[in-house]
T-cell receptor, first 116, second 115 residues
Framework: AQKVTQAQTEISVVEKEDVTLDCVYETRDTTYYLFWYKQPPSGELVFLIRRNSFDEQNEISGRYSWNFQKSTSSFNFTITASQVVDSAVYFCALSEADNYGQNFVFGPGTRLSVLP | DSGVTQTPKHLITATGQRVTLRCSPRSGDLSVYWYQQSLDQGLQFLIQYYNGEERAKGNILERFSAQQFPDLHSELNLSSLELGDSALYFC??????????????FGAGTRLSVL
């Protein structure tokens, strides 16, 4: 069965530090999608990025960057020069192709606290 | 603001009761998804509707049911409530019905407390 591991339960950093959130996944499918979502203290889930399994190009969006490595089944998320507003729980998710509901799973989340 | 509206924001009820959670998707989105977020189970997918029809099913209990109406809003019905049903229930929406790759936009959630 597919699985998503976010080994870091909680991370605390001081503002302006860089921080990397790890995501390791397991799947037997060759076609799949990976997502990152952010859940700030207000509670809603905010979409950050989607990556398909055939696109290993890393992506940068402002202070956010993502490193997708199929060889290690990882899809890590780095925040550069962190800010207090980055404090949130971050979820990595895996969605397998031909997904009719049984093959979409979220990781347990990593709680990031950015201290001023 | 994702454009997905969920009501009510909070709901307090007693064991054995029945409640209905409501979701209005983003304008133009045809798919609606329901999720449950609890401390012990994390985020779990419950069910998806696409243009009025059930499209995908996750770990939804038989006591729970959902539907999507012609105006595309959706309702999640929870019956015979138990203490363990206390959780945050999210609705999400997307334009298309293909679950695997869709970007889902989430509402702010309904916090259900069963006493």
């Amino acid at each position: 069965a597919q699985k998503v591991t976010q080994a870091q339960t909680e991370i605390s950093v001081v503002e302006k530090e860089d921080v990397t959130l790890d995501c390791v996944y397991e799947t037997r499918d060759t076609t799949y999608y990976l997502f990152w979502y952010k859940q700030p203290p207000s509670g809603e889930l905010v979409f950050l990025i989607r990556r398909n399994s055939f696109d290993e190009q890393n992506e940068i969006s402002g202070r956010y960057s993502w490193n997708f490595q199929k060889s290690t089944s990882s899809f890590n998320f780095t925040i550069t020069a962190s800010q207090v507003v980055d404090s949130a729980v971050y979820f990595c998710a895996l969605s397998e192709a031909d997904n009719y509901g049984q093959n979409f799973v979220f990781g347990p989340g990593t709680r990031l606290s950015v201290l001023p | 603001d994702s454009g997905v509206t969920q009501t009510p924001k909070h709901l307090i009820t007693a064991t054995g009761q029945r409640v209905t959670l409501r979701c209005s998707p983003r304008s133009g989105d045809l798919s609606v998804y329901w999720y449950q977020q609890s401390l012990d189970q994390g985020l779990q997918f419950l069910i998806q509707y696409y243009n009025g029809e059930e499209r995908a099913k996750g770990n939804i209990l038989e006591r729970f049911s959902a539907q999507q109406f012609p105006d595309l809003h959706s309702e999640l019905n929870l019956s015979s409530l138990e203490l363990g049903d206390s959780a945050l229930y999210f609705c999400a929406s997307s334009v298309e019905g293909e679950f695997a790759k869709n970007i889902q936009y989430f509402g702010a959630g309904t916090r259900l407390s069963v006493l």
